[in-house]
């Protein structure tokens, strides 16, 4: 009985747990990339996350205004979220991670099984 209530006890505090850190972090709002090279809105689109470029500088490597990720992201601590991140365009998928601070946002993308990552600053655009 004790280890029963012991079990409850810990799921119930997993789960306010991840409740709580699904609460703190948002990454929603609109995000210059530190490079200069991109402006994208970051909110919700179903039941997952989209990143839309709003203006691109340099479209040489085929973005384009409208481009989108579309994210599904988990809790990974306090200030972080991890997932995937669909690419429509080139029809890629790449796991990701978010950590949002203050008016900074960090994205790491990665391919291949983490074996190609690319590590990208965001500043808000408020």
Not at 8 to 30: C, E, K, N, R
Not at 61 to 80: H, N, T, W
Request: net charge positive; hydrophobic share 40%; proline share 2%.
């Amino acid at each position: 009985m004790r280890i029963e209530v012991l079990t409850a006890f810990s799921a119930i505090m997993l789960t306010a747990a991840m409740s709580h850190a699904q609460q703190s972090v948002d990454p929603s709002g609109v995000w210059l990339r530190d490079d200069g090279n991109a402006r994208v809105r970051i909110a919700p689109c179903g039941s997952n996350i989209c990143a839309t470029n709003l203006w691109i500088r340099d479209t040489s490597k085929g973005e384009e205004v409208g481009d989108r990720l579309i994210m599904s992201l988990q809790p990974k601590s306090q200030d972080s979220l991890f997932g995937t991140a669909f690419d429509e365009k080139r029809e890629r998928t790449y796991s990701i991670t978010v950590q949002v601070s203050d008016n900074v946002l960090l994205t790491r993308g990665c391919i291949l099984g983490g074996v190609l990552c690319k590590n990208v600053r965001w500043q808000s655009a408020r």
